[in-house]
């Protein structure tokens, strides 16, 4: 098994980690804080001090970061990735960003003689524990088909979209498909509520027609129970909508439905739910209409 270097621990990453610790590939961790590094150390892992030294002991280096800066701070910066490569390494980027540093980044790496993938994922927390994410690569044929071991521990559902940066357009195209349809069902069950109409028998109703989704199934019932502890924070998610609204802007195409969704998220996190799960969006249209 080729050896690999995980960098970024987090609600996703820790639990990614943990399956490839579990499938028997040998790990090398780095993480900024470091309670999740000795977690992972007394399961197996070896704990590096920088991404430069997790590239120096990895064939394979995969990345699962909040954002485009730290993904570039962290591949190109000081004590970065590209320090401690070699050539014939894979970079894995996992994380969500900007297709424009994905391609920054695929560059600067590929002039050492590194091979990249931006493999973004979908299915949060629960499919990142589970090991059913579904990943969306963008890159080259023989970097994917040399990855895909990897990714079948970490996920069910694995296309490889096209060349470097597709994976990431894909991703922006599923966080506006679910951030709007969060947005619909919450409008559904809060008119229901408001109307005196059970929710939980309106959702039932609606699963079993041409309206029903996984967001419904799922998100549906964190709605009704008001159950907003963060399976994918509301922060992150707003943060993805900037990224697709950004490349519709340099592609001189108006998403209009997807920048009123992106309002309504910073009109909750200025309210203070950042941190909440993006189904929270039910929670603000409520106290909108005058809840509690």
Known sequence: MERIGFIGLGIMGKPMARN??????????????????????GEGAMAAGSPKEVAEQSDVVITMLPDSPEVHQVALGTKGIVEGTRPGMLF??????????TREVYAALKAVEVQSLDAPVSGGEVGAKQGSLSIMVGG????????????KILGKNIVHIGDVGAGQV???????????TIQAVAEALMLAKRSGVDPARVREALLGGFAQSRILELHGQRIID????????IRLHRKDLGIALQTGRDLSLPLMSTAQV???????????????DHSALALLLDQMGGGE
């Not at 008001?226 to 924070?233: H, Q």
């Open 20 to 41: 490839l610790i579990n499938a028997g590939y040998p790990l090398v961790v780095h993480n900024r804080s470091q309670g999740a590094v000795k977690e992972l150390a």
């Open 92 to 101: 894995v980027d996992m994380s969500t960003i900007a297709p424009a540093v």
């Open 140 to 151: 080259e044929t023989e970097a994917f088909e040399r990855a895909m071991p990897i990714f």
């Open 170 to 180: 894909t991703k922006a195209c599923n966080q506006i498909v679910v951030g709007l």
């Open 226 to 233: 008001s159950a907003f502890e963060p399976g994918f924070r």
């Open 262 to 276: 992106a309002e309504l998220m910073n009109a909750l996190i200025a309210r203070g739910g950042g941190d909440l």
